[in-house]
């Protein structure tokens, strides 16, 4: 066991602050990772303030951060993908069974048996439960370490480690392509990369966004069109024309304005969790046999394949790089929607508390 420097919540109502967390020394089957970047999620915030208590009561000292840049630093002895040097990634898990059948199939997320990155019983023993990212490094399992392409910019890199991936596993399990028309509701830290991975995948992108303001940068992000939501003429020009809508949007809203806009056998997936439960007209997905579905993250698999994506057509998330000290400001102005679209924390910072 050995200490590492990190930021955490002690209560519901503290701020994040310096702190001291242990972590395990490598097995035969860990690599241990020097963090050089890592994103800022919502569910950060959720988890800090205690906020999901129902679902997922946090455990403190609380250590949030799973989206997780940085360069490895030793491996275990077992250890054959990974050495010294290599730089990598640690998205929402640090383990899993890999034996039950959603890890046989693909998806690690769903293992009964996975370890979430932070505030997740921690299986070694080491302390209560896991801790993540807001910290100089971290010890994983080899099966959750992931490969960062080379020519990505490692900061933007560090949010397609969730924020990536929630929305690209939709997309691609909905087949988006060419000759697709993808509607992406709301343009934050989710659907300004739905709309650049749908317009990757060469689909025709419209945006969905409450606020006329956004309008040039949905353009700029990789939009054909964007329709103000709440202009009921704008809406009713595109009805029965999506063949897929992404819905990004974690504050309330009416799920039926958007399923009317589906074509026969059209589907909308929602990646935001709103906090209230929604009023759905069945009549909407009926007529037309169209379905409503979500989606959680994705597998190890799945992760790799989209960072691999990633590399290829060059796509990182629009960052502000912000020091380890600002993180209480930065979920203050998260919280107003102030930033575009992610802060990414430079690690390097943590040096110097």
Known sequence: MYKSKAFAAGSPKDVLAGTIIPRRDAT?????????????????????????????????????GHEIV????????SVKKFKAGDVVGV????????????????????????????????????????????SDSIVVDEGAVLRIPTNLDLASAAPLLCAGITTYSPLKRNQVGPGKKVGVVGLGGLGHMGVKFARAMDARVVVFSTSPSKREDALRLGADEVVVSKDASEMRKHAGSFDMILDC???????NAYLGLL?????????????????????????????????????????????????????????????IQQINQAYERMLKGDVKYRFSIDMASLKSD
Not at 30 to 51: K, M, N, P, W, Y
Not at 92 to 97: E, F, K, Q
Not at 249 to 255: P, Q
């Open 249 to 255: 949007v974690s504050a309330e809203h009416d799920l």
């Open 263 to 323: 074509r026969r056998g059209g589907n909308m997936t929602l990646v935001g969790v709103p906090e209230k439960p929604t009023n759905l007209n069945a009549f909407a997905l009926v007529y037309g046999n169209k379905s409503l579905a979500g989606s959680m993250i994705g597998g190890f698999a799945e992760t790799q394949e989209m960072l691999d994506f990633c590399g290829d057509h060059g796509i990182v998330s629009d960052v502000e790089v912000i020091a």
């Open 91 to 134: 998205g929402c898990l640090v383990a899993a069974d890999h034996e039950c059948p959603n890890c046989k199939d693909g998806f690690e997320q769903f293992c009964p048996n996975a370890s979430f990155t932070y505030n997740s019983p921690d299986k070694h023993g080491t302390a209560p439960v896991t801790y993540g990212g807001y």
């Open 70 to 77: 940085g360069r490895v630093t030793k491996v275990g002895s």
């Open 28 to 64: 035969e089957r860990d690599v241990q990772i020097e963090i050089l970047f890592c994103g800022v999620c919502h569910s950060d915030l959720h988890t800090a303030r205690d906020e999901w208590h129902d679902m997922m009561p946090t455990v403190y000292p609380c250590v949030p």
